[in-house]
């Protein structure tokens, strides 16, 4: 047993479920708010990534300047698509709002091909050093800065449903939305905030894997990958989602070390985690911080 190569295993599954973690909140925050699930989450990731790349390539300005300006777009990009695209949906059938996000994701997959071309392009250096030894472990400065990042922004994102104008006014639309309008609550501004905070954060993660492994489509696979970790802590949870992203990067770092010392199965990475959400999601079917859906008849 390589005891090493296990703690190493494990400080990146916690590292890298806090990533995980945070998208899973982009989520959570758009159902929450319009209890509508994006299928076009992985493409926000994917946006980001190529608009943070594209300051700092084409453009030339400093990562200080260039992650701001990109997350001032995401933000402004989050409203325009709720505004022009999703709100003239508002009152159709759930199912129809879905359709339209995956059509939106495909929409978007195309564009960003036909604008940066279908070659991975690698990330500028952000870092001087790109790991940092730790109590002898190797650990990637991006996925420190990431750690920092995602915990500020929890912490954030839970001051901000808790004290702030509009995360109350958040909270009271995905309670009922009929009650929130006779308060004199603006659902539409809600909805639009809720996209646009949800693009920014995917941005920060789109931006910190594409640091590690590069900008390519395939960036935007993250949004179904991180999609169990959301149910499994609970779709309306913020809490529920970050504990799921948790327990998904630690669950594929474990299954990879016991496929590479004991099993050499070779796939067990990436099903794992799937194995333990249906086993979890058979006991508790909201997932584990989710709201029970109560019908009296």
């Keep these: 047993m390589n005891a090493q190569f296990l703690i190493q295993l494990l400080v990146n599954g916690l590292v890298v479920g806090t990533l995980y973690g945070v998208v ?21 990731l994917l946006v980001g990534a190529w608009v943070c790349w594209a ?42 709002v879905i359709m339209v996000t995956i059509g939106l994701s495909t929409v978007f997959q195309a564009a960003l091909k036909w604008i940066f071309g279908v070659n991975p392009q690698p990330f500028p250096d952000v870092f001087t050093s ?3 030894d730790i109590f002898g472990l190797q ?13 500020a922004m929890m912490v954030g ?5 808790r004290a702030s104008k509009y995360g109350l006014a958040m909270r009271a639309t995905a309670f009922n939305q009929q009650v929130a309008q006779s308060l004199g609550i603006s659902v539409k501004t809600v909805f639009a905030i809720s996209w646009a905070i949800s693009a920014t954060v995917s941005a920060v993660a789109g931006v910190v894997v594409a640091v590690v492994n590069g ?33 998904i990067g630690l669950l594929e770092n474990i299954a990879q070390y016991v496929d590479s010392q004991f099993l050499h199965w070779g796939n067990l990475y990436e099903i ?17 911080f989710g709201t029970r859906d109560i019908e009296r008849i």
């Design 55 to 96: 300051l700092l390539v084409k453009f030339q300005l400093p990562f200080w300047i260039g992650m701001p300006l990109t997350l001032v777009f995401m933000f402004v990009f989050g409203i325009a698509i709720q505004v022009v695209i999703l709100r003239p949906m508002i009152g159709e059938p759930i199912i129809s």
């Design 139 to 151: 650990i990637q400065t991006v996925y420190i800065m990431s750690l920092v990042v995602s915990l």
């Design 272 to 288: 794992a985690p799937f194995y333990v959400l249906i086993i979890i999601l058979m006991i508790k079917p909201y997932g584990l």
């Design 215 to 247: 900008v390519s489509s395939g960036l935007s696979a993250y949004g179904i990958k991180v999609f169990p970790a959301a149910i499994l802590g609970g779709l309306d949870s913020i809490g529920g989602a970050v504990l799921g992203g948790v327990i």
């Design 157 to 161: 994102m839970a001051w901000f449903f």
């Design 24 to 44: 899973a909140m982009s989520f959570v925050l758009i159902y929450k708010a319009t209890q509508v699930v994006n299928f076009a989450q992985g493409e926000l």
């Design 130 to 132: 790109k790991s940092i």
